[in-house]
């Protein structure tokens, strides 16, 4: 691994539950699938990093599946809405939280899906374990809440979608 990667995989770790345990060799496949990544450094510390992937990636998440298989589905999403960016994870250090670095982060996706001609961003956030943070970070970037998804025992998550403009 890449001393990139192992910051990412050390920082990846240090925010479960909130993002997924992942691990090395799983989280080389998914920096090779994601089409969208941004990490920010301060000297050698990684401030954080975001990983997005559009849709049909192999990627065996059941999240960015149900975005891939069953989100088009839904009633309110038309043929025109067919494209988005999937945020797999987004992790900031201690020190750097609060500071407005995963606003940074998600104006870097929302400019990377307005160049790319996409109109949407997806992502999960925990309903259980809680991460009350995360949805009123979201919320107030604009997400809406489209599903629920129970993974099982202690394991619930928020579907969200940001339509951009």
């Not at 309110?76 to 940074?104: C, M, P, T």
């Not at 970037?141 to 099982?152: I, Q, S």
Request: with cysteine.
């Amino acid at each position: 691994m890449t001393p990139e990667t192992t910051a990412i995989l050390a920082l990846n770790q240090a925010n479960v539950p909130h993002v997924g345990s992942i691990s090395p060799d799983e989280l080389e496949l998914l920096l090779d699938w994601s089409d969208f990544q941004y990490l920010e450094w301060s000297g050698d510390s990684l401030v954080g990093f975001i990983l997005g992937l559009l849709p049909g990636k192999p990627y065996s998440s059941r999240n960015y599946r149900w975005f891939n298989e069953d989100f088009p589905e839904l009633a309110w999403f038309s043929e025109n809405e067919a494209s988005f960016l999937y945020i797999d994870r987004l992790a900031v250090s201690d020190e750097f939280r609060r500071q407005g670095v995963g606003g940074r982060f998600y104006e870097k996706a929302r400019q990377y899906c307005v160049d790319n001609g996409l109109n949407q961003i997806c992502c999960e956030v925990n309903l259980e374990p809680p991460n009350l943070a995360s949805h009123a970070f979201h919320q107030g970037l604009g997400f809406r809440e489209v599903a629920t998804m129970k993974h099982g025992p202690g394991k619930t998550v928020s579907m969200y979608v940001w339509e951009l403009d």
